[in-house]
């Protein structure tokens, strides 16, 4: 009888650890953006469409914070731009010393840049920036990392040429509108949430900061994970002509000891299921298989996300 209580006692212990295994958590990012309703949608898909698992979505800072959460071990997907997920694969910047060790699952969308203001503040170009109250984004975001490298190149100190907030994008909005900062940085699709509220504002008409000439000056310095982009004049309201500005791509990676089949069955359901995200958030429609390529990402790609691409007819080289 004892060794039967015992063989029980195994054997639910055997299937709380499988289900604990299939409990996941998608680091996402602030309410303003497109990460984190994006992140739901993924979290409702990933809990309807496999099997014995429950997904959930955090706000969290951002696609640095997304990275740390991975590096803890514990079952994290995280939403998070290329140039990040570099810097975390290699253990620099943010990440000095502490390399996370991340697989990509998916090249999602491209995350564009957005240099904005408003009229009235004299910015009108990245040089007048200089002396003003600007937001780099919230601490432990990835759009903080690529405004620190914007800054840079349009020859800027982020420390002695401006007065810098850290805030989300809900919140350098607000901080906008109330005149408590001059422009803000964010990183984010289209459109993103927050910035249509702002250009939507009575008695606001937004202004776009082109920097899509500082993209050389990038890559030359940190490899080649930005491309000159636009943001098209008719995505936020008041915009006088397209927005040239720097895009990176977004990614979902996850750690690399996920195992190969949980790893396989993110992937299908999300390819599998993308009209469902497609209504979350139109940005869902850049999830494309032929996007899904080595050229893509600075990360190696996960077993089971190849395995999946494979059936699909893509090699990831």
């Given at each position: 009888?004892?060794?039967?209580?015992?063989i029980?006692?195994?054997?639910?212990?055997?299937?709380?650890?499988?289900?604990?295994?299939?409990n996941?958590?998608?680091?996402?990012?602030?309410?303003?953006?497109?990460?984190?309703?994006?992140?739901?949608?993924?979290?409702?898909?990933?809990?309807?469409?496999?099997?014995?698992?429950q997904?959930?979505?955090?706000?969290?800072g951002?696609?640095?914070?997304?990275?740390?959460?991975?590096?803890?071990?514990?079952?994290?997907?995280?939403?998070?731009m290329?140039?990040?997920?570099?810097?975390?694969?290699?253990?620099?910047?943010?990440?000095?010393?502490?390399?996370?060790p991340?697989?990509?699952?998916?090249?999602?969308?491209?995350?564009?840049?957005?240099?904005?203001?408003?009229?009235?503040?004299g910015?009108?170009?990245?040089?007048?920036?200089?002396?003003?109250?600007?937001?780099?984004?919230?601490?432990g975001?990835?759009?903080?990392?690529?405004?620190?490298?914007?800054?840079?190149?349009?020859?800027?100190?982020?420390?002695?040429?401006?007065?810098?907030?850290?805030?989300?994008?809900?919140?350098?909005?607000?901080?906008?509108?109330?005149?408590?900062?001059?422009?803000?940085?964010?990183?984010?699709g289209?459109?993103?949430?927050?910035?249509?509220?702002?250009?939507s504002?009575?008695?606001?008409?937004?202004?776009?900061?082109?920097?899509?000439?500082?993209?050389?000056?990038?890559?030359?310095?940190?490899?080649?994970?930005?491309?000159?982009?636009?943001?098209p004049?008719?995505?936020?309201?008041?915009?006088?002509?397209?927005?040239?500005?720097?895009?990176?791509?977004?990614?979902?990676?996850?750690?690399?000891?996920?195992?190969?089949?949980?790893?396989?069955n993110?992937?299908?359901?999300?390819?599998?299921?993308?009209?469902?995200?497609?209504?979350?958030?139109?940005?869902?429609?850049?999830?494309?298989?032929?996007n899904?390529?080595?050229?893509?990402?600075?990360?190696?790609?996960?077993?089971?996300?190849?395995?999946?691409?494979?059936?699909?007819?893509?090699?990831?080289?």
């Amino acid at each position: 009888m004892k060794l039967i209580v015992r063989i029980l006692a195994l054997v639910a212990g055997s299937l709380a650890l499988a289900a604990q295994a299939q409990n996941l958590s998608i680091g996402t990012g602030g309410t303003g953006g497109v990460y984190y309703p994006l992140g739901g949608g993924m979290a409702a898909v990933l809990s309807k469409y496999v099997p014995g698992m429950q997904a959930t979505a955090e706000v969290t800072g951002g696609s640095v914070a997304n990275l740390q959460l991975v590096g803890t071990g514990k079952p994290y997907l995280a939403m998070t731009m290329a140039d990040a997920g570099q810097d975390a694969l290699q253990g620099k910047d943010k990440f000095n010393g502490k390399a996370v060790p991340i697989r990509t699952l998916l090249v999602m969308y491209p995350n564009r840049m957005h240099v904005v203001s408003i009229e009235g503040t004299g910015i009108n170009k990245m040089a007048d920036l200089k002396g003003k109250r600007v937001s780099t984004g919230s601490g432990g975001s990835a759009t903080e990392v690529m405004a620190f490298r914007v800054i840079e190149a349009a020859g800027l100190d982020k420390d002695r040429d401006m007065r810098r907030e850290r805030l989300g994008v809900a919140e350098s909005v607000n901080a906008l509108k109330d005149r408590k900062i001059d422009a803000f940085f964010w990183v984010g699709g289209l459109p993103t949430a927050a910035v249509t509220d702002l250009a939507s504002t009575p008695n606001v008409k937004i202004k776009m900061i082109d920097h899509a000439d500082l993209v050389p000056a990038m890559n030359k310095k940190y490899g080649n994970l930005y491309v000159e982009d636009r943001i098209p004049k008719e995505v936020y309201k008041g915009m006088d002509a397209d927005n040239r500005q720097a895009t990176v791509m977004n990614l979902l990676v996850a750690h690399q000891n996920m195992d190969e089949k949980t790893a396989y069955n993110v992937v299908k359901a999300v390819f599998e299921h993308r009209d469902e995200l497609i209504r979350v958030h139109k940005e869902a429609e850049n999830f494309k298989l032929e996007n899904q390529k080595a050229s893509a990402t600075p990360i190696p790609f996960h077993p089971g996300a190849i395995k999946y691409y494979a059936e699909k007819g893509i090699k990831i080289n």
